[in-house]
C-alpha cells in the first residue's frame, strides 16, 4: 500500500495518466460551471434583448396609443364626423394589442411591472368610461357644440393619471432591463474567469509534463545513449544504468544484460575468428595447391595429347599400309593382327581427339553474347542431317535467347541429339523433340526422343568422361559426349539430369541462366514459321 503513494515507484505512464486525470477533472468541473454560467448570461441576454427591450417599446407605443385616442375625440368634438374618431378607434386595437403583447412577455416573477400593468389597465377604463365614451355618446347625441362643453368642463386629471401610470410601468422595465444587464455583465467576466483558469490550467500541465519528461526520459536516455556509445567504442566493461523512470531503469538493465552477452560471445567469436584464419589460411594453401595440379592436370591432357599425335599418326599410317600392301599374303591371323593394330590406332586417336577437347571446354573462350537457341538448333540439324537419314524427326519449338559461347552450345545440341539419332530403337524412326520453360531465374530445356533409353542405375555413371554401357563393336563412340556435355553445361552456370520419369525413350534436362536484366515473367519466344512446324532431317 505504502508504494502506491511513493511516486518514486511509479512509471511514466502512471504519472503521465494521473497528470492527464488531475488535468481532466479540473477542465471538467470548469467546464460544467462554464455552461451554467453560458446558460444563465444566455437568459439574462435574452432578458434584456427578448424581453425588456420589446416591452419597453411596447410600453412607448402604448403611450401613443392613447394619445392617439385623445386626439380622435378631441377632432370629432371639433368636427362631428365619424372619420375624425378613426384614431381613437385605431388607438383602441392597438391598445389591446400593445397590453396582450406586455403581458405575453411578462415573467412570474415581474410583479412590479405586472401591478404597474394593471394599474395601467385601470387608468385607462377609467378614463374610458367617465370622459371618452360619455363625450362620444354626448356629441352623437346633442352635437359638437355640446361634445366641446364637455370637454372643456372635463379636467385632464384622468388622461394624465393614465400617462404617469404608463410611466411608472415603463421605469419598472427599465430597472428591469438594467438588473438584466448587469447580471449578463457579471456572467460575462465570470466566463472570461473560467477560461483564464482553464489556460492557467492547462499551461501548469504543459509545464509539469515538460517537466517530467525531460528529468524521466530526454535526460535519462541521453545518458543512456551515450553509455551505449562508450560500449559501441570498445568499452565492453562498463556498466550500463539509468537514473529515469521504472521504464527505462528496465531498458538499461535488457542493454547491461546484452551488453554482458555480447562480450561473452565476442570472446568466442575472437577465438573462433583466430581458428577460421588459420582454417583460411590452410584452404588457401590446398586451394592454391588445387589450382596448380588441375593447370598441370590440363597442361599435361593438352601436351599429351599434341605429343601423342604424331608417334600414334605414324603407327597408324604404317599399320594401315602393312594391311594394304599384305592384306590376304600373311596367314590369316596375321590379317586379323593388323586389323587389330589399325582399328587400336584410330581408336586411340578419337581418345586423344576427344580428350583435347574436353581440356579446351572453358579454357580456350571467345567470350559470352547473346545466343538465339533457334538458330543454334537450325545450324545443329543441319550437321546432322547425313547421320539421321531421311526418316529422322527433329523438332523445336519457342527456344529463349541465353548468355554463352555459340560454338560450346552448338556441340552441347550436336552431342545430346547425335546420341539420339545413335541409340535409336530398331525399325522405329527416331523422334528427337527440344522445349524449354522458365523457372524463377534459369531456363530449363529438355532433349527427349523415342530411343532404346538409359536405366536409372546409370543416371550419374553416363556423365563420367569414357563411361560407355554397351560395348564398343555395338556403338560407335569414346563415351565422351554427355561428359563433354556436363561441362559445357556447368561452364554456362547450369546443371544437368537425366530425367527418370521418362517412360520411353530417353530424357535429359539442363539449365542455363536467363540473361540478366529479362523481367521476370518473360516467356520463351514464339516460335519462327520454320521451327513452329515439325522440322524433318
Not at 581440356?359 to 538448333?377: E, K, M, Q, Y
Not at 535467347?401 to 555459340?406: I, K, N, Q, Y
Request: glycine share 6%; hydrophobic share 45%; with cysteine.
Amino acid at each position: 500500500m505504502s508504494s502506491l503513494f511513493d511516486l518514486r515507484t511509479w512509471t511514466l505512464r502512471r504519472r503521465i495518466l494521473a497528470l492527464c486525470i488531475t488535468v481532466g477533472v479540473l477542465l471538467s468541473a470548469l467546464g460544467v460551471f462554464a455552461f451554467i454560467t453560458a446558460a444563465q448570461n444566455n437568459r439574462q441576454l435574452d432578458d434584456v434583448l427578448d424581453r425588456a427591450s420589446p416591452m419597453r417599446a411596447a410600453g412607448e407605443a402604448l403611450n401613443t396609443a392613447y394619445v392617439d385616442q385623445e386626439t380622435g375625440i378631441r377632432g370629432f368634438a371639433i368636427t362631428g364626423q365619424e372619420a375624425n374618431l378613426k384614431p381613437y378607434t385605431q388607438g383602441i386595437a392597438d391598445e389591446e394589442r400593445l397590453l396582450g403583447r406586455i403581458n405575453q412577455l411578462l415573467d412570474p416573477d415581474d410583479t412590479d411591472i405586472r401591478d404597474a400593468l394593471r394599474v395601467v389597465q385601470q387608468r385607462a377604463d377609467e378614463w374610458h368610461r367617465e370622459v371618452a365614451d360619455p363625450v362620444i355618446a354626448l356629441i352623437r347625441a346633442d352635437g359638437t357644440q355640446a361634445g366641446q362643453e364637455r370637454l372643456r368642463g372635463t379636467s385632464t386629471e384622468r388622461f394624465d393619471a393614465l400617462r404617469g401610470a404608463i410611466a411608472t410601468m415603463q421605469d419598472d422595465i427599465q430597472v428591469m432591463r438594467a438588473a438584466a444587464a448587469e447580471q449578463a455583465k457579471a456572467s460575462s467576466r465570470t466566463m472570461v474567469a473560467i477560461q483564464i483558469a482553464a489556460a492557467a490550467i492547462i499551461i501548469l500541465a504543459g509545464s509539469a509534463l515538460i517537466l517530467v519528461l525531460d528529468r524521466m526520459v530526454s535526460r535519462p536516455v541521453t545518458d543512456l545513449a551515450q553509455q551505449v556509445r562508450e560500449v559501441a567504442d570498445g568499452d565492453y566493461d562498463k556498466h550500463i544504468t539509468s537514473s529515469g523512470s521504472p521504464e527505462l531503469a528496465a531498458l538499461a538493465g535488457d542493454v547491461d544484460g546484452m551488453r554482458t552477452k555480447i562480450a561473452a560471445e565476442l570472446t568466442e567469436v575472437r577465438e573462433a575468428r583466430a581458428q577460421i584464419e588459420w582454417v583460411n589460411d590452410q584452404l588457401k594453401v590446398q586451394a592454391e595447391e588445387l589450382t596448380r595440379s588441375n593447370r598441370d592436370l590440363e597442361q599435361f591432357a593438352y601436351v599429351a595429347s599434341h605429343d601423342l599425335q604424331e608417334p600414334l599418326r605414324k603407327v597408324a599410317s604404317f599399320c594401315q599400309l602393312l594391311q594394304r600392301r599384305y592384306a590376304g599374303q600373311l596367314d590369316e591371323r596375321a590379317d586379323q593382327y593388323i586389323a587389330f593394330a589399325v582399328d587400336g590406332a584410330q581408336r586411340m586417336q578419337r581418345l586423344i581427339n576427344d580428350l583435347l577437347a574436353f581440356s579446351r571446354i572453358g579454357r580456350l573462350t571467345a567470350g559470352f553474347t547473346d545466343v538465339p537457341l533457334d538458330r543454334v538448333l537450325t545450324e545443329v540439324k543441319s550437321q546432322l542431317e547425313p547421320r539421321a537419314g531421311e526418316d529422322a524427326e527433329i523438332s523445336w519449338s519457342g527456344l529463349p535467347t541465353v548468355e554463352g559461347e555459340e560454338p560450346l552450345l552448338t556441340t552441347l545440341f550436336v552431342n545430346l541429339i547425335g546420341n539420339s539419332l545413335k541409340f535409336r530403337r530398331p525399325d522405329v524412326p527416331p523422334v528427337i523433340r527440344v522445349s524449354a520453360e522458365r523457372a524463377d531465374d534459369e531456363w530449363r530445356i529438355n532433349v527427349r526422343d523415342n530411343g532404346i533409353g538409359i536405366e536409372a542405375e546409370f543416371a550419374d555413371k553416363v556423365f563420367v568422361i569414357f563411361q560407355r554401357l554397351h560395348a564398343r563393336d555395338a556403338y560407335e563412340g569414346t563415351g565422351i559426349g554427355l561428359a563433354i556435355v556436363k561441362k559445357i553445361v556447368e561452364y554456362h552456370g547450369g546443371r544437368i539430369w537425366l530425367d527418370l520419369d521418362a517412360e520411353v525413350g530417353t530424357s535429359i534436362w539442363f539449365t542455363l541462366p536467363v540473361l540478366p536484366g529479362a523481367p521476370a515473367d518473360e516467356e520463351p519466344q514464339a516460335p519462327t514459321q520454320e521451327t513452329r512446324k515439325e522440322v524433318t532431317a
